[in-house]
């Protein structure tokens, strides 16, 4: 399994380009993003990502709680087409408008991806 993670504003560098945000990102033209799925079901829950946001986020809480999430059955459909994504010859590329994919709900992702089904 090859997955990495990258800013969805950088240069297309090859791979399955999935987005695992929400919300579409800022100032990006659809056309512009090189986009082959958008998952957002895996993204953590409006909820959620309010709360990691405001003045009481703390990123482990905000890992566990996601960790929670990503156990919900809609999502699970969703990791195993990661998954299934990731096992394939290119690259898995999950893409993110976050300025820091590693201290994001990105990395906790891809951590969970990386775990066997």
Same mark, same amino acid.
């Given at each position: ?11 297309? !560098?090859? $791979?399955? =380009?999935? @987005?695992?945000? =929400?919300?579409?990102?800022? $100032? #990006?033209?659809?056309? *512009?993003? /090189? ?5 957002? !079901? ?5 909820? &959620? ?8 986020? *703390?990123?482990?809480?905000?890992? =566990? =709680?996601?960790?929670?999430? #990503? ?10 087409? @990661?998954?299934? #994504?990731?096992?394939? *010859?290119?690259? &898995? %590329? #999950?893409?993110?408008? %976050?300025?820091?994919?590693? /201290?994001? /709900? %990105?990395? %906790?992702? &891809?951590?969970? &991806?990386?775990?066997? $089904?």
């Amino acid at each position: 399994m090859s997955v990495r993670m990258e800013r969805v504003y950088e240069a297309p !560098d090859g $791979g399955v =380009r999935v @987005l695992v945000d =929400r919300l579409w990102p800022r $100032g #990006l033209k659809k056309e *512009d993003a /090189h986009l082959d799925r958008w998952a957002k !079901d895996v993204a953590p829950s409006t909820e &959620l990502r309010r709360w990691f946001h405001g003045t009481q986020g *703390d990123f482990e809480e905000f890992a =566990r =709680r996601y960790r929670a999430e #990503l156990d919900a059955p809609q999502v699970r459909q969703e990791l195993d087409e @990661l998954r299934r #994504l990731a096992a394939g *010859d290119a690259d &898995l %590329v #999950l893409l993110t408008a %976050v300025k820091e994919p590693s /201290h994001s /709900h %990105v990395s %906790v992702l &891809l951590e969970r &991806l990386e775990q066997s $089904g």
